[in-house]
C-alpha cells in the first residue's frame, strides 16, 4: 500500500520561503513520477510541479517557474518543493501524488494521471 505524507506547511510572509516534503512508503518508488497539485478555496486543483524518480527529469507550472523546485532524495524515498518568493495566491492545500510506472503515456500536469495522493498541507501567503 502506497502512503505518501506531506509536511512543511505553514504562514509565512510574501517574499517568503517554505520546503514541503513528501515522504513516501509502500513501495520501491525508482519507476514512479512524483507530483505536487494545489487546490485553493473554490478553485480547482491545479498542477504545480513533478518527476521522474528515475532519472529526475522536472516539469513545472508556468506561474512557479524560477521560484519552485522540485527534487527527489533517494535515501530517504522523500519527494521536496523548495518555495521561494512566495506570493498570497500561492496560499492553498498542496497534495503530493505519485504515478506508478511504466511512464509511457504520463502527463505529469494531468491530475488523473495519478493514483496516489496524499492527504495536503496548509500553506498560507500573507501579505
Given amino acids: 500500500q502506497v502512503q505518501l505524507v506531506e509536511s512543511g506547511g505553514g504562514l509565512v510572509q510574501a517574499g517568503g520561503s517554505l520546503r514541503l516534503s513528501c515522504a513516501a512508503s509502500g513501495r520501491t518508488f525508482s519507476s514512479y513520477a512524483m507530483g505536487w497539485f494545489r487546490q485553493a478555496p473554490g478553485k480547482e486543483r491545479e498542477f504545480v510541479a513533478a518527476?521522474?524518480?528515475?532519472?529526475?527529469?522536472?516539469?513545472?507550472?508556468?506561474?512557479?517557474?524560477?521560484?519552485?523546485?522540485?527534487?527527489?532524495?533517494?535515501?530517504?524515498?522523500?519527494v521536496n518543493l523548495q518555495m521561494n518568493s512566495l506570493k498570497p495566491e500561492d496560499t492553498a492545500v498542496y497534495y503530493c501524488a505519485a504515478k506508478p510506472g511504466p511512464l509511457t503515456y504520463y502527463r505529469p500536469s494531468n491530475d488523473r494521471t495519478y493514483d496516489y495522493w496524499g492527504q495536503g498541507t496548509q500553506v498560507t501567503v500573507s501579505s
Fill in 51 to 78: 518527476i521522474r524518480w528515475s532519472g529526475g527529469t522536472t516539469y513545472y507550472a508556468a506561474f512557479v517557474k524560477g521560484r519552485f523546485t522540485i527534487s527527489r532524495d533517494n535515501a530517504k524515498n522523500t
